[in-house]
């Protein structure tokens, strides 16, 4: 069994209880603590966390395609341990999916999830406004022991309305994940006007936003990606 908890907002600790896989983003390992000799050990994967060989050559496929090609490693932890992940002083955000439940998340903001998540690439066709393109990676909930860690430009602000139904607005380079009962994928709204192509935009000109019938929870980071439309006319 795996535990997934935060230390100092900056860091993962991963508790294992037995024999577990992990999968991380490469290169996020800092340090590990275990009776005797070391007993877990890293493998680079070339294709993907799917078992099967031919998924895992399409999911590569797709990752490649869509820009969501971030280098994964696997975990294999063979005993009792206590491993520790970050990644460059981000901010990091523990949260644990319900079975079923879906998580969609810009793949770089990806630290580490456990191998009871299934890991998918998917296509929303909305992000052509955004910097990250037309694509999406996704994380569903498969077990108790779904564990997703999640990293964050900053101290990070959460945005739901599970609870009260209200519309949710976001600037699109500025969120990290969402996240709720199957694919709840936002609509686009632009503002764009005759200033716009004068030089004289908002540069507020497009979000995203969820209606109160889609219930998300939605993590936004206050550092903005570099992203965008730039429409103007001199």
């Known amino acids: 069994m795996l535990k997934f908890e935060t230390i100092n907002e900056l860091t993962l600790k991963v508790t294992c209880k037995g024999t577990e896989e992990l999968i991380i983003k490469t290169g996020t390992f800092i340090g590990g603590e275990n009776s005797g000799y070391k007993n877990y050990k890293f493998e680079k994967l ?8 031919g998924q895992a050559l399409f999911g590569s496929l797709k990752r490649r395609v869509t820009g969501e090609n971030i280098a994964l490693t696997k975990v294999m ?9 970050a990644n460059r002083g981000q901010h990091v955000v523990v949260y644990q999916l319900a079975p079923g439940e879906v998580l969609s998340i810009e793949s770089e ?4 999830f456990t191998s009871e998540c299934k890991y998918d690439i998917r296509f929303i066709g909305s992000g052509i406004l955004s910097q990250k393109g037309l694509a999406t990676s996704t ?18 602000l959460v945005l739901s309305n599970i609870n009260t139904g209200n519309t949710l607005v976001v600037d699109p380079d500025a969120v990290v994940c969402w996240v709720g009962n199957g694919h709840c994928d936002p609509d686009i709204k632009m503002d764009v006007n005759w200033k716009t192509f004068i030089g004289q935009s908002s540069g507020e000109s497009y979000s995203f936003e969820w209606g109160g019938h889609q219930r998300v929870s939605v993590i936004i980071q206050p550092n903005e990606r570099m992203g965008g439309i730039n429409i103007s006319m001199d």
């Open 139 to 156: 994380l569903t909930g498969r077990g108790q022991n779904s564990y997703v860690a999640i990293l964050v430009d900053g101290n990070p």
């Open 77 to 85: 932890l063979g005993g009792d341990s206590i491993t520790y992940y």
């Open 46 to 53: 070339l294709l993907g966390p799917q078992q099967d060989i």
């Open 109 to 112: 903001n990806i630290l580490a």
